[in-house]
């Protein structure tokens, strides 16, 4: 007699999804190989889940970035600026940071305020 198929419920495969698990997190959850899982996901409706848990999830990781980085976070805000607008520090910008506020993003020919050296 063939084994039963293990259930993977739709709404838990997209909420694992949106945590950013991987098909082994869900293999090693399910007690089930990597190919079954995979296989699993290729077919509606776990693939939409899955795609769009994930795509949840990074939206989600990408406003909690935002919002630290928009308060204040230094940390934050080189994250930020390294993955959502593409900048590198490769002399391309400096970053200074000050106590009163975000970090001011300045070109390398700029200055990082508006006095005048006299």
Do not use: Y
């Amino acid at each position: 007699m063939p084994r039963r198929a293990t259930e993977m419920p739709v709404d838990l495969v997209k909420e694992l999804a949106s945590l950013q698990c991987t098909q082994t997190d869900l293999a090693d959850l399910f007690h089930i190989s990597q190919a079954q899982v995979s296989r699993r996901l290729a077919k509606e409706p776990l693939k939409s889940a899955w795609i769009e848990g994930l795509a949840e999830g990074r939206v989600s990781l990408r406003r909690a970035i935002f919002k630290s980085a928009m308060s204040g976070g230094a940390s934050a805000q080189k994250l930020a600026a390294a993955n959502i607008l593409d900048w590198s520090e490769k002399g391309q910008l400096d970053a200074h940071i000050t106590a009163e506020g975000p970090a001011v993003f300045v070109a390398e020919w700029g200055k990082a305020d508006d006095t005048e050296d006299d």
